[in-house]
């Protein structure tokens, strides 16, 4: 009987020598005496995916968006430069749970932020490694609208201010108003298409690629843009994002507006994200109502032309 009793005392041993093993770093104490904590201009956000908690770590100076999960975030929490690594690594097995990172995991995390640059080891912030930082950003910039020969950006405006003009009346486009005027807009139209089908649809081959028909597309297509863009960031700005950059993209050398709305990545809310992804679409269904109604009324010429494009 005394056999099994000592196996299985010798299994449990080994058991602990294994977790020991996977918790534990030889390369913690490279790390164990820092104190880093998160930098000034990052925020952080709960976030909710599938059922799943994430946290989104918002990047403020460079418009950038990191996303970690529950564990990390535990981690991230604790550093507030005051507590060195050891001092985290004690919190964390305090209540050793589940999900708790192992050393290596949290030296990889470690990196991560660090490379990121949202995390630093000093109190007082490195005003010099912030402006080569700016100076950094600013050349990734450039590389990125400028050396993409299929897709070159050229900023114009800092909308924002404009934005928050239109949005002097928030509970038209937070509350059900919007919604309200969209549904009384677009339903009738949804009705008349099917009675006006054959007459919409006539020589439809034809005129799609006569010349006429094409320098119209031309002229309307970067408006209608201009307005799909402004739908996302009025809905963007809405919400209590930010937009700063609007201007003209020329995808395969055709102009086409374009905003940064990359802001909405940080809303808390699933509904005020997919809202503001589907804010384009939204608009573009407003507007070709509104012209299906002004073909319906006008008499056949360039008016009327412009309204079926």
Not at 42 to 71: M, S, T
Not at 197 to 221: C, G, H, K, P, Y
Request: with cysteine; aromatic share 10%; proline share 5%.
């Amino acid at each position: 009987m005394d056999a099994p009793v000592c196996r299985l005392d010798t299994i449990d041993l080994l058991e602990m020598d294994a977790v020991t093993e996977a918790l534990f770093s030889s390369n913690w104490y490279r790390v164990a005496g820092v104190k880093p904590r998160l930098k000034g201009h990052v925020r952080i956000h709960r976030h909710v995916y599938r059922d799943q908690v994430w946290y989104v770590v918002e990047d403020r100076l460079a418009g950038k968006y990191h996303r970690f999960n529950p564990a990390s975030h535990r981690v991230i929490s604790l550093m507030n430069g005051q507590r060195d690594m050891d001092g985290v690594w004690q919190r964390l097995t305090g209540d050793l749970a589940d999900d708790t990172p192992s050393q290596d995991e949290i030296i990889s995390l470690l990196g991560q932020l660090y490379g990121a640059d949202l995390i630093q080891f000093d109190v007082s912030p490195d005003v010099a490694e912030l402006f080569e930082r700016r100076k950094k950003f600013k050349r990734q910039q450039w590389i990125s609208r400028y050396l993409n020969p299929m897709s070159l950006r050229f900023p114009l405006f800092d909308p924002d201010a404009l934005l928050t003009r239109l949005n002097r009346w928030p509970h038209l486009f937070r509350g059900g108003w919007a919604a309200v005027i969209w549904l009384l807009t677009l339903l009738p139209a949804v009705v008349l298409v099917p009675m006006h089908w054959a007459d919409l649809t006539r020589n439809f081959s034809e005129q799609l690629l006569s010349l006429d028909n094409l320098l119209l597309m031309a002229v309307i297509f970067p408006v209608l843009k201009a307005l799909h863009e402004f739908g996302h960031g009025l809905v963007t700005k809405s919400r209590g994002g930010e937009v700063h950059d609007m201007g003209i993209m020329l995808l395969v050398l055709f102009p086409v507006p374009y905003v940064d709305a990359s802001s909405s990545s940080a809303f808390a809310k699933k509904t005020d994200r997919m809202l503001v992804g589907a804010a384009g679409m939204l608009v573009e269904l407003f507007v070709a109502a509104w012209a299906l109604y002004a073909w319906l009324l006008l008499e056949p010429g360039l008016t009327r032309s412009l309204a079926l494009t």
